[in-house]
């Protein structure tokens, strides 16, 4: 299995510009998360799914956009790219039913730099 | 409001040194608790998990840890550390919504 894909791995933006991070899975997990990671900072929760058709923001949604129409892809949309939106970018997933809480799965990542 | 907190920022061992890094979670209702772990250049991987039952949890490479629901705690502990555990460990923790809350995690550096 190939688990959570995400693409690209490296991206240079200049402000303003706009691009998409993809992300797939093919677990068939009904969850799935975006997260950004700065350094010294953990893991900041951006956006995550419940399910296809369903989004909700997290901790820093401001600036970015998601949709899930499938259950494999949920991708992450930067419309008016900001040198704070400099960072690694991870997205994950994970199998979520009552109290059966499993652990998330997670992508390489995406570097993606603005200037 | 949920979190996570881990005490130390980063911390330097010797081989075979006894390792704990302190977790401490604030959660309203049952929580599922996870240490994960990122080695250089790599994405994160689960080390273990806990959800209910035998308090002390084992992981993978030596790794265990105990949640004392009496101090909000859940510290990861390893009784001899390799340098091949160099690496940046986080704590989690899941409410049962299934939304995440991750720790800023401790860098540990073992010396050869």
């Known amino acids: 299995n190939a688990g959570v894909t995400q693409t690209p791995k490296f991206r240079i933006l200049k402000i303003g510009q706009s691009m998409t991070l993809q992300c797939t899975q093919d677990?068939?997990?009904?969850?799935m998360y975006w997260y950004r990671q700065d350094p010294g900072m953990g893991l900041k929760l951006i956006y995550y799914?419940?399910?296809?058709?369903?989004?909700d923001k997290g901790e820093v949604p401001n600036g970015y956009n998601v949709s899930r129409s499938t259950t494999e892809d949920f991708p992450l949309r930067l419309e008016l790219a900001a040198p704070s939106q400099t960072s690694v970018y991870f997205c994950?997933?994970?199998?979520?039913?009552?109290?059966?809480?499993?652990?998330?799965?997670f992508g390489d990542g995406t570097r993606l730099s603005i200037l | 409001a949920q979190s996570v907190s881990q005490h130390n920022h980063h911390v330097i061992l010797s081989e075979a040194a006894s390792l704990e890094l302190g977790c401490n979670y604030s959660y309203g209702g049952t929580v599922n608790l996870f240490w994960y772990v990122q080695y250089p250049g790599q994405h994160l991987q689960l080390l273990l998990k806990y959800f209910s039952g035998d308090p002390l949890v084992k992981g993978i490479k030596g790794f265990e840890a105990e949640f004392i629901k009496s101090k909000f705690s859940f510290n990861l502990r390893k009784p001899s550390v390799q340098w091949s555990d160099t690496a940046e460990y986080f704590c989690?923790?899941?409410?049962?919504?299934?939304?995440?809350?991750f720790g800023d995690g401790t860098t540990l550096t073992v010396k050869p």
């Open positions: 994950a997933s994970s199998y979520f039913q009552g109290a059966n809480n499993q652990p998330q799965h």
């Open positions: 989690a923790g899941n409410t049962n919504a299934g939304k995440s809350t």
């Open positions: 799914s419940v399910g296809a058709g369903i989004t």
């Open positions: 677990m068939n997990h009904n969850y």
